[in-house]
């Protein structure tokens, strides 16, 4: 049967990673592309590097970033952050990652979804959702709002509503951040992983949250979600990627084993 | 030389770059004289049936794949340029194809479903184990339980058996690799699969196209 998949998460800021410390061997820790190896020889399924460089002059270091990876790593990998445009997954796509996420972007202009999975196919197209818990009202009927900006900008749209409409216009696949649940390593939004996974056919893979392999259980079993992200639980040594495979494989969840 | 076929579909470069990883020169073309004097030929793609098929024949590559498998060259399918070799596919609204290999290719149900009774996400995405029942000098080497990288809403179902070199399963079992003669394709991406992939590319890149049990 198909594997849930295991996807370390790399923040990458003007062509180093914000995260990462006590590697054991001679990692430079803060090189995406050492740390992509790295990852990629641990055994995870695929891996995502996300681009939080502020200024776009700088660009041009990620793409640089992408095409060192893509000659090191042969597992899928997509890149995020600043994608605006068709032009900007032209870029990334060519550069060798496998797919790119559109995040505020497609809520502010839906239409790239669209514009992308017709130009490159919609295995490519990745929409990155950023979500927040909100009461439920007429205009939020799942009590989940599409947030941006980091959570700062709320966008009257229902989460569950833009995740439908996103596959319609044919994403592929949807990264389904919880903004409530990012950061706190307490375990990911189930709930919400659960509504959405549910309601859409195409992958979803969850996001924030993620503190111990308990919490990976639960959201690929309760939360029904395809595939987990996880990032300061492997980037700070605490667990590796077949401990946390190991773990989930005594549970019943069907992991790659081999590589 | 290894030929990576240039019919204008996307991630022709992956298949280059594993290549060169491994150490084999190669070169992505459509020029019908590198092509003719390849040592192999690799037949990749991601994208759709109907455009596939259209850029093949528009580029004059369906009749130098024919030539090229006439004259023994190993050539090597990836995903598209594996169903392409039937002789059609439903998508597209029903796709004419090469006709090298005799089946068809079909999408995945709407209501495909697990043994435990949940609906399956189409397309099928992720990472699969494959089992392989031929023995085949391509597939020589690989660890038993490998998996492989897949993404696809479509899958062949050979009219012929003996054609088939691995089976998977995803709510049903289809035919994830064929092999006849100088001929071997896979339905999954053996340049996106991790080091039992690469095993594949590599094997290909040294295989004489020729094995035991061959007619």
């Not at chain 1, 890149?79 to 997954?89: A, C, P, Y």
């Not at chain 2, 192999?40 to 455009?51: E, Q, T, W, Y």
């Not at chain 2, 992720?126 to 029942?133: C, H, Q, Y």
């Not at chain 2, 990288?149 to 003996?162: C, G, K, L, R």
Request: charged residues 25%; contains cysteine; aromatic residues 8%.
């Amino acid at each position: 049967m198909l594997s849930k998949r295991i996807i370390p998460c790399l923040d990458v800021r003007d062509g180093r990673t914000t995260k990462g410390i006590k590697f054991k061997g001679n990692i430079d820790i803060g090189d995406p592309v050492e740390m992509g190896r790295f990852y990629y020889e641990e055994g995870a399924d695929e891996i995502v590097f996300y681009d939080i460089t502020a200024s776009s002059d700088r660009r041009p270091i990620m793409l640089d970033v992408v095409r060192r990876v893509a000659e090191t790593i042969f597992i899928p990998f997509s890149v995020g952050g600043g994608i605006r445009s068709v032009e900007d997954m032209r870029d990334v796509l060519l550069a060798g990652a496998e797919k790119v996420s559109v995040n505020s972007a497609a809520v502010l202009n839906p239409d790239v979804i669209r514009q992308g999975a017709e130009a490159f196919g919609s295995q490519c197209v990745v929409l990155g959702m950023d979500v927040k818990k909100v009461p439920s009202s007429e205009k939020i009927p799942s009590g989940y709002e599409m947030v941006i900006n980091g959570g700062r900008t709320a966008m009257g749209i229902d989460a569950l509503w833009w995740a439908r409409e996103a596959e319609r216009l044919g994403a592929g696949e949807i990264c389904l951040n919880s903004i409530d649940a990012d950061g706190t390593k307490e375990g990911y939004e189930i709930k919400l992983t659960r509504l959405i996974s549910s309601q859409v056919r195409i992958p979803v893979i969850a996001s924030g949250g993620a503190g111990s392999p308990d919490h990976l259980l639960d959201v690929l079993r309760e939360g029904r979600a395809d595939a987990a992200l996880i990032a300061s639980m492997v980037h700070y040594g605490t667990y590796t990627i077949r401990q946390i495979k190991e773990f989930l494989e005594d549970r019943g969840i069907e992991v790659r084993k081999t590589w | 030389m290894i030929a990576i076929l240039d019919y204008r579909a996307g991630n022709l470069t992956s298949v280059e770059r594993a290549l060169r990883y491994l150490g084999f020169p190669c070169e992505i073309t459509d020029s019908r004289k590198k092509i003719e004097h390849a040592e192999r030929i690799i037949f990749p793609g991601v994208g759709a049936a109907g455009k596939s098929m259209e850029n093949l024949k528009n580029l004059g590559l369906d009749t130098l794949l024919r030539e090229r498998l006439e004259a023994g060259t190993p050539v090597l399918g990836i995903c598209v340029g594996l169903q392409v070799l039937f002789d059609y596919s439903e998508e597209n609204d029903h796709t004419r194809c090469l006709g090298i290999l005799p089946g068809a290719v079909h999408r995945f149900a709407e209501d495909l479903r697990s043994g435990e009774g949940d609906l399956l996400k189409i397309p099928h995405m992720g990472w699969n184990e494959v089992r392989f029942v031929m023995q085949h000098p391509v597939f020589e080497g690989v660890p038993k339980g490998s998996a492989f990288y897949f993404v696809h809403s479509y899958y062949p179902q050979p009219a012929d058996e003996n054609l088939v070199a691995g089976i998977t399963d995803y709510g049903l079992t289809f035919c994830a690799a064929v092999a006849r003669a100088n001929l071997v394709a896979m339905q999954f991406h053996p340049e996106k699969s991790g080091p039992p992939g690469l095993k594949i590319l590599s094997n290909f890149c040294r295989w004489d196209g020729t094995f035991p049990g061959a007619d």
